[in-house]
């Protein structure tokens, strides 16, 4: 299983980021995926999730109406659109697939809300 995360960089609040994570080695499209942040000092937090056929989705409350989790089966990636954003988004941001009762996690992508 391998996850490669992408898209992070410094916006200024307000501004807009779309992450990526690239996913191999399983059935894409068999699984749920989800992002996690965290941010310094504190522990690492779920903030989408979306099902295996991309159906469902849940969010965060800090991030209701801001933040858009989606996927592709055919290109084996899942998104977050990120809006509106703040500097309390500020974190490493982290795919993960939950397979065979493991976790498996991308290697993050810093984002960096600041003006």
């Known amino acids: 299983v391998q996850l490669v995360d992408s898209g992070g960089g410094l916006v200024q609040p307000g501004g807009s980021l779309r992450l990526s994570c690239a996913a191999s080695?399983?059935?894409?499209?068999?699984?749920?995926m989800s992002w996690y942040r965290q941010a310094p000092g504190k522990e690492r937090e779920l903030v989408a999730a979306?099902?295996?056929?991309?159906?469902?989705?849940n969010y965060a409350e800090p991030v209701k109406g801001r933040f858009t989790i989606s996927r592709d089966n055919a290109k084996n990636t899942v998104s977050l659109q990120m809006n509106s954003l703040k500097p309390e988004d500020t974190a490493v941001y982290y795919c993960?697939?939950?397979?065979?009762?493991?976790?498996?996690w991308g290697q993050g992508t810093q984002v960096t809300v600041s003006s």
């Open positions: 993960k697939v939950k397979r065979h009762g493991s976790d498996y």
């Open positions: 080695g399983f059935t894409f499209s068999s699984y749920a």
């Open positions: 979306i099902s295996s056929a991309g159906g469902s989705t």
